[in-house]
């Protein structure tokens, strides 16, 4: 079965670099998203992308967040300029289609983002 | 600003018995909604989706909405040891297929052999 797969499965980084985290959605999907997951709390929404472009994105997802589809295949996510308050667990997730309703979202297995 | 409430737990249920989830969300355009699984550590995993109003059984799981009241359930038949992890529920808007979900906390669900 199709899996959404991330890599790194663990980064660490220091505070104030740079760091791409990357995902491979399911082939046939056509549309992205990040969420962030910090620990003990809730999964929140970052942002989804499809087309090329951004399609919605949250407050969370301010300047220092950006995303890219660089190849038909990647989906990243890169935080420019990381804050000891990224440290979370960062999923990527994709799904099919867009009809009338939201069509399921399938989650990678997520990077954990430790920034010391 | 979408809300989506859960009671944390834990909720604890003799292996066997029914495991009763509940969920109230706040926005009323809300059109989508799904129940994940989640274990210690690891990523949500899709139990159920549910678009209209009533039951929709899918194994020992029966997702419920109520769009009157706001309300989404998540029954789990015949509890089984493997079933104990946090049950997410997470809700859609109107826009489609590129909107982001809104997930509550979870509720945390300990099955008692």
């Known amino acids: 079965e199709p899996e959404v797969t991330q890599t790194p499965s663990h980064q660490v980084t220091q505070m104030g670099q740079e760091v791409i985290l990357r995902c491979v959605p399911i082939?046939?999907?056509?549309?992205f998203y990040w969420y962030r997951q910090i620990l003990g709390q809730k999964v929140e929404f970052l942002v989804s992308?499809?087309?090329?472009?951004?399609?919605?994105k949250s407050e969370i997802f301010d300047d220092q967040f950006s995303v890219e589809r660089p190849d038909g295949s990647n989906f990243t996510l890169k935080i420019r300029s990381t804050k000891l308050e990224d440290s979370a667990m960062y999923f990527c997730?994709?799904?099919?289609?867009?009809?009338?309703?939201?069509?399921?979202?399938?989650f990678g297995p997520g990077t954990r983002l430790t920034v010391l | 600003q979408k809300e989506v409430e859960q009671n944390s737990g834990p909720l604890s249920v003799p292996e066997g018995a029914i495991a009763s989830l509940n969920c109230t969300y706040s926005?009323?355009?809300?059109?989508?909604f799904f129940w994940y699984r989640q274990y210690s550590g690891k990523s949500p995993e899709l139990i159920m989706s549910?678009?209209?109003?009533g039951d929709k059984e899918d194994g020992r799981f029966t997702a419920q909405l109520n769009k009157a009241s706001q309300y989404v359930s998540l029954l789990i038949r015949d509890s089984q040891p493997s079933d104990s992890a946090t049950y997410l529920c997470?809700?859609?808007?109107?826009?489609?297929?590129?909107?982001?979900?809104?997930f509550g906390k979870g509720t945390h669900l300990i099955i008692q052999p």
């Open positions: 997730a994709s799904s099919p289609r867009r009809g009338t309703y939201t069509d399921t979202q399938y």
């Open positions: 549910i678009y209209s109003n």
């Open positions: 992308f499809y087309n090329n472009e951004i399609s919605e």
């Open positions: 926005d009323r355009g809300s059109q989508s």
């Open positions: 082939s046939n999907h056509l549309y």
């Open positions: 997470a809700v859609n808007g109107a826009g489609g297929g590129a909107d982001g979900l809104t």
